[in-house]
């Protein structure tokens, strides 16, 4: 079984940044994709960021130009900086990864539990 553990999350003034690590951790034969998704009170789950492969990255239209992504390869972790948050951007913050497990079966997504991110003066 694949665990996927978020880091990072607090309380933040609007304007200000954080960083949010993911370490996924079990067997894992190979990663397909990292992503973060987040979702705020009262809306669906909405896609933030994801990277396919190394390094191609894609942006949800609301945060581009803010946050970036990226994966250390080395290690499997995946980060998201967030840079000049604004209080629609409280949310839970999820990260998924698609990975394979084993040769008898294709990619799965693992979800973590998610970490909290409040922007608020």
């Known amino acids: 079984q694949v665990h996927v553990a978020e880091s990072g999350g607090g309380l933040v003034q609007p304007g200000g940044s954080l960083w949010l690590s993911c370490e996924p951790s079990?067997?894992?034969?190979?990663?397909?994709?990292m992503a973060w998704h987040r979702q705020a009170p009262g809306k669906e789950r909405e896609l933030v960021a994801t990277?396919?492969?190394?390094?191609?990255?894609r942006y949800g239209e609301s945060v581009k130009g803010r946050f970036t992504i990226s994966r250390d390869n080395s290690r499997n972790t995946l980060h998201l900086q967030m840079n000049n948050l604004e209080p629609e951007y409280t949310a839970v913050y999820y990260c998924?990864?698609?990975?394979?497990?084993?040769?008898?079966?294709?990619?799965?997504?693992?979800w973590g539990q998610g970490t909290q991110v409040t922007v608020s003066s």
């Open positions: 990277i396919v492969g190394r390094d191609t990255t």
């Open positions: 079990g067997i894992i034969r190979s990663i397909d994709a």
């Open positions: 998924l990864i698609t990975a394979q497990i084993s040769t008898d079966s294709g990619p799965l997504d693992y």
